[in-house]
């Protein structure tokens, strides 16, 4: 894969990075994976996991690898609780309305 580096600033190698270790959530990646994966240094691969860790987004495994912590995951699971909400809504909202056509 061709190098990345000069067109992707740290915010979006960054990303790039987490939707990486989206696909090994329990296993992660090694540095030397990522960087082959996505064509980027070994070097702004090390300094953008490091800001990922930071801000709670990665974190690196006993086994030296990095993984994605619970936090992505969780924001997952909201977004999903938001959306079941959301159709439970709807749907007492569309039993209201056929409620009120059969009084019609």
């Known amino acids: ?53 930071q801000s709670g987004w990665a974190e690196k495994l006993d086994t030296g690898r990095w993984a994605l912590t619970t936090r992505p995951v969780a924001l997952m699971r909201k977004y999903q609780d938001y959306m079941a909400d959301l159709a439970a809504r709807r749907d007492a909202f569309d039993a209201r309305v056929q409620a009120q056509a059969k009084n019609l």
């Open 1 to 53: 894969m061709a190098r990345q580096d000069n067109k992707d600033n740290a915010a979006m190698r960054a990303l790039r990075i987490a939707e990486l270790l989206f696909g090994r959530i329990l296993d992660g990646y090694s540095n030397k994976e990522i960087a082959d994966t996505l064509g980027y240094s070994a070097c702004n691969v090390s300094r953008d996991l490091e800001l990922l860790r």
